[in-house]
């Protein structure tokens, strides 16, 4: 009679997982007994005489999603659940098969879909406006970027060569493209003080970028003979393999100014020290944020994150890239202004809740709920 | 004491301590381990190229498979052959289409990606909720944090003038960011000091016998 009362309640549901690119089926199973040891998923297609066993189901949430790789879309799946008591199995098949179908949109991320519209809009407006009128879009002064100038000349006076250090990203990430025009100032200013200058490389794309950007800086100085092709160098793809032939072309050459600009990993403190070491005035430049208080600590100068990003327009001047600062700049007054409201709404609607209205806390949860 | 009798180990123990004698000053030591360590590891990338993602991801289901789906690959490969343009000064233009391709991509991958986790984590983190104040310490705490996520995003506000409320909100950024930064600095040299132990142990142990 037990027995038949837990076969009776509990229920196994078989549906496409919402939200995926197909190929996965979830099992649910409803009203299950706390007394539940384990419970183990089987299934079969059509024309399967027996069940085979396609995993463990979650006893805390009573859920399994079988993304087997042999699941196929549209094909029927049938599933059958053993619940295992502490003194018997019972079995329960889904009420219906499962088909799995790839969707075209992902309602879970809705949030990012809104976020990118209003972002993309915001950008493409000031890029707009910066192709009308370049001058009339402002961009603060960023204190490392004047350093260039005094950094390569110093370079200059002494008689030593500058050194640019590329990053462990490549060309997809936005650091490296940044510390590309970071690299074109500086390869600018190299070529009118005709002092030498070695670029090193970890990507080989990056490498034929920094040769294109340091062929254009030195035709743009009016220097085109002095471009040397064989200055730009690739040393490994493997990154303390790269740490050690910098390390070791820094005590060698003794480099008068060295820029670290792009994403560094663990090598960044073994980088920055070395060129401390030998003297050089050091202007670094990352997005990552954990390499970020190395560079503070053994650096001169340091492009803070997107700073970095920030610079590259600065020195480009193009309105795509001004515009595209200005619209994040709006974006992140977007961003303060959801954060200024949020932290309204939760503190008033707290202080409501406490004298018995929770309306404007539900708004403020739905609101968390949204990201 | 018990010295290893491998060779390996040996080679290991030495190439490390060719490594350190950087340590001291540039050296001939130094010298044949960097230029040892790059050759290899150019070696290595290649043969791990070749074995991780040419044949598994490309000759294997080009070659063996039997999904018509197969030759979708041959649109990457097509794309991808195009870099080798820059080999040419005629045709070196090419290379702008893989290039194209790998920036579009990454970038439509990680938009999504970086807002969730970046963004409308750091948003959802930073309002203030009623269970954050729970305490007076960590209403406290909850504030500081509002205060320094508002603060340095004001930092990093480029297209005004850091003058007046901005310019006073920009620094006391700034002094948030040096503050975190000295925390991660302190964090990640302890993190740092463990792989040299583990190094120490390699040598004292592995190699030399001297500890257990």
């Known amino acids: 009679m037990i027995l038949f009362i837990l076969f009776s309640t509990i229920t196994v549901k078989a549906f496409d997982t919402p939200n995926d690119g197909g190929g996965s089926i979830t099992i ?56 295992y008591f502490p003194d018997t199995v019972i079995s329960v098949v889904s009420d219906s098969p499962g088909i799995a179908y790839a969707q075209w949109y992902d309602k879970s991320k809705t949030s990012s879909l809104i976020f990118l519209i209003v972002f993309s809009t915001l950008v493409l407006v000031f890029i707009q406006l ?49 510390a590309l025009t970071i690299l074109r100032r500086v390869a600018k200013k190299v070529a009118e003080y005709d002092t030498p200058i070695l670029v090193t490389n970890f990507d080989p ?81 990352t997005t990552a944020k954990e390499q970020l208080p190395f560079f503070v600590a053994a650096c001169d100068y340091v492009l803070i994150g997107e700073e970095m990003l920030a610079a590259s327009s600065y020195i480009g001047r193009e309105p795509v890239m001004l515009g595209s600062v200005k619209g994040a700049d709006w974006g992140k007054a977007f961003l303060m202004g959801i954060i200024g409201i949020g932290v309204v709404l939760g503190t008033v609607g707290a202080i409501l809740q406490s004298a018995g209205n929770g309306a404007l806390m539900n708004v403020f949860e739905k609101i968390l709920a949204f990201f | ?32 381990a960097e230029h040892l360590f790059m050759g290899l590891s150019i070696g290595y990338g290649a043969v791990v190229l070749w074995y991780n993602s040419i044949i598994p991801r490309l000759w294997n289901p080009l070659a063996h498979g039997t999904s018509p789906s197969r030759f979708y690959l041959l649109i990457p490969i097509a794309i991808g052959l195009l870099s080798f343009g820059i080999f040419s000064k005629k045709y070196s233009w090419l290379i702008k289409y893989p290039l194209a391709f790998s920036v579009g991509a990454y970038a439509g991958f990680s938009i999504p990606v970086t807002f969730e986790a970046s963004i409308f984590e750091q948003i ?39 003058k007046g409320l901005l310019g006073k ?28 132990i583990g190094r120490m142990q390699f040598l004292l142990h592995d190699w030399l016998g001297i500890i257990k």
């Not at chain 1, 299934?43 to 949430?61: N, Q």
């Not at chain 1, 743009?220 to 493997?238: F, H, M, Q, S």
């Not at chain 1, 740490?243 to 008068?256: F, N, S, W």
């Not at chain 2, 930073?126 to 205060?147: D, E, G, Y």
């Open chain 1, 28 to 83: 649910k199973a409803y009203n299950v007994p706390e007394t539940v040891k384990k419970a183990l998923v089987y299934r079969k297609t059509e024309g399967d005489t027996t069940y085979t066993l396609a995993g463990v189901m979650s006893i805390l949430s009573y859920r399994y999603v079988d993304a087997d790789s042999t699941i196929k879309n549209g094909k029927p799946y049938y599933y059958r659940v053993d619940f």
């Open chain 1, 205 to 285: 794309i990056v490498m034929t970028a920094s040769q294109e950007t340091v062929k254009q800086a030195y035709t743009e100085a009016g220097r085109p003979d002095a471009y040397n092709e064989k200055n730009i160098i690739y040393l490994t793809y493997e990154q303390f393999g790269y740490t050690a032939g910098v390390d070791g072309l820094m005590v060698r050459e003794k480099p008068g100014a060295i820029f670290l600009q792009g994403y560094f990993f663990a090598e960044s403190l073994i980088l920055a020290e070395t060129g401390h070491s030998v003297g050089a005035i050091q202007i670094a430049g």
């Open chain 2, 1 to 32: 004491m018990h010295i290893s009798t491998n060779p390996w180990v040996w080679i290991a123990a030495i190439l490390t301590l060719a490594i350190y004698s950087f340590l001291y000053k540039d050296n001939p030591f130094y010298k044949f």
């Open chain 1, 130 to 178: 910066a192709k009308k009128d370049p001058e009339g879009l402002y961009i603060r002064k960023i204190p490392a970027l004047d350093a260039i100038d005094e950094a390569v000349g110093r370079s200059t006076e002494l008689g030593k060569p500058t050194f640019f250090v590329h990053g462990l990203l490549g060309i997809t990430d936005a650091g490296t493209l940044a």
């Open chain 2, 169 to 196: 909100s920009a620094r006391t950024g700034i002094v948030f960011l040096m503050l975190a930064f000295g925390a991660s600095f302190g964090y990640t040299v302890m993190a740092r000091i463990s792989l040299l």
């Open chain 2, 124 to 162: 959802s983190g930073t309002i203030l909720t009623k269970q954050m104040m729970a305490t007076p310490w960590l209403a406290i705490s909850n504030l500081i944090m509002f205060v320094g996520v508002i603060t340095t995003i004001t930092y990093f506000y480029f297209s005004k003038h850091h």
